[in-house]
């Protein structure tokens, strides 16, 4: 993740302990609503990132729900391709938190941008990582709803393979899990650029097509029908 100096605006400061426990290092992201903060905990000694409401999105039910229900939606789905949320609480200022592992990468958007589109077995190996997590969270009856490059942050294992975590579940309502299918399939077209071969142009049309019913009716399915374009195809 990228970090900066954190701001008044934020309603935090470099050096606050939060709820006596979480003692801020940096910004990890901001936004209108939300700031994402590196920060130390200082009885475990282990470092985490906090993902807070700012104080003015807290006046509008509609984000502290959304916000909520990203919280749960993290807790329920037990995948390592899915960032692991520790703990939840308010501070003082009335701000509700969510407390996460520390990502230490880049998300896909960033990596795109800096660096271009990416080797189509590579882009399918993400791809296929994120449907393991969107599958099990769609078995759970959550459906993400805002599936982009941005909410897929890539990480190194300590193995040195790369390893996607999909960021911020439970953002929309009124979506079923088609919605996730054809976002999976939007995001392995950007991530390729347009240079995906004819085979798999089939896969990606079958996810993007207008008529729901079109679409494959499962991430499994999906999934299957990715599976000879990616690393095991060599």
Known sequence: MHGGDLTSGHGVRVGDVLAGKYRVERVLGAGGMGVVVAAHHIILDEKVALKI????????????????????????????????????????????????????????AAWLAQRGPLPIDQAVDFVLQACEAISEAHTLGIVHGDLKPANL???????????????????????????????LGVILFELVAGRAPAALEAVLARCLEKDPEGRYQTVAEMALALQPFGTSRR
């Open 53 to 108: 409401l700012l104080p003015d999105a807290v006046a509008h039910p509609d984000a502290v729900a959304r916000f909520n229900r990203q919280a749960r939606a993290a807790v329920r789905i037990k995948n390592e391709h899915v960032a692991r949320v520790f703990d939840v609480g308010q501070l003082e200022n009335g701000s509700p938190y969510i407390v996460m592992e520390y990502l230490d990468g880049s998300d896909l």
């Open 153 to 183: 942050f890539c990480v190194k294992k300590p193995d040195g393979t790369l390893s996607v975590k999909v960021l911020n579940f439970g953002i929309s309502e009124a979506v079923d899990r088609r919605t996730d299918i054809g976002s």
